[in-house]
């Protein structure tokens, strides 16, 4: 039985980065095995194999593959028993957050999306750019008189918010507009081992050490 931790992911994907933030902060190696989605290896029997759906990320641990960022976030957090939460409340309520982020700040990435990767009808973006700035605007009120999204620590709550936000610029989203959320990333940022997405994921397979620099960090 493998005990250690192999992530799929990509260097330009906000799903891929959640779990890879969680191993940072946790300071954890893991094999990293890039998929890349600019040929649509995520869509080749080899990977299909491992993602059914398709999609990076895929985490394979101890014989079980997990896929879906926030169920590996979910997974990361039982397995290691970090930022799982302090209390049992706090574990259920992080997990709460995960499944309003899949269906709220969804729509920072999808902007995201269809700004940098896939131009779409000026409709879609109409309909879809109120819905990602109505999350933040969320975000930010929740975020007023808190230092974390649930308790008083970072939990994955945090890790997988801030993990599929964090290409919000690239979607013409300025954190400066929301300064409760961009006050909590700085949180964030201020943690051991905290990198940002293109400062953290390779474009190539790397064994992945705490502290180690990549050796792929320049921006494409
Ligand atoms: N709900 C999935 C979404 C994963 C997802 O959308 N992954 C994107 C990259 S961020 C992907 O693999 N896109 C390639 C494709 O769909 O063909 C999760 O949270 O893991």
Redesign the pocket.
């Known amino acids: 039985m493998d005990d250690r931790f192999t992530v799929y992911g ?1 260097f330009t ?4 980065y959640k779990p890879m933030l969680f191993l940072a902060l946790a300071r954890i190696p893991y094999a990293f095995k890039s998929v890349n ?1 600019k040929i649509g290896a ?2 080749m029997p080899g990977y299909l194999a491992v993602n059914r759906y ?4 895929a985490l394979c641990h101890r014989g079980l593959t997990i ?4 169920v590996i976030l979910d997974y990361l957090a039982r397995v290691t028993g970090r930022f799982d939460g302090g209390s049992e409340a706090d574990r259920w309520q992080a997990r709460e957050w995960l499944s309003w982020e ?1 269906d709220a700040i969804q729509n920072i ?1 999808r902007v995201r999306h269809f700004s940098r990767f896939r131009a779409v009808d000026p409709a879609i973006m109409a309909h879809v750019r109120p819905l990602a700035e109505a999350a933040l605007d969320f975000m930010d009120r929740w975020l007023e008189n808190r230092a974390w999204v649930v308790g008083e620590s970072c939990t994955i709550a945090d890790i997988g918010c801030w993990g599929r936000m964090v290409f919000m610029a690239e979607g013409g989203m300025e954190i400066a507009r929301w300064p409760n959320v961009q006050a909590w990333s700085r949180r964030l940022a201020a943690m051991p081992g905290f990198a940002l997405p293109y400062d953290l994921i390779p474009k190539r397979d790397q064994e992945m050490l705490p502290h180690e620099p990549t050796a792929s960090r320049q921006r494409e």
């Not at 896929?67 to 926030?70: K, R």
């Open positions: 990509s994907s906000s799903s891929s989605l995520q869509r398709g999609q990076v990320p896929v879906q960022s926030n899949a990435a």
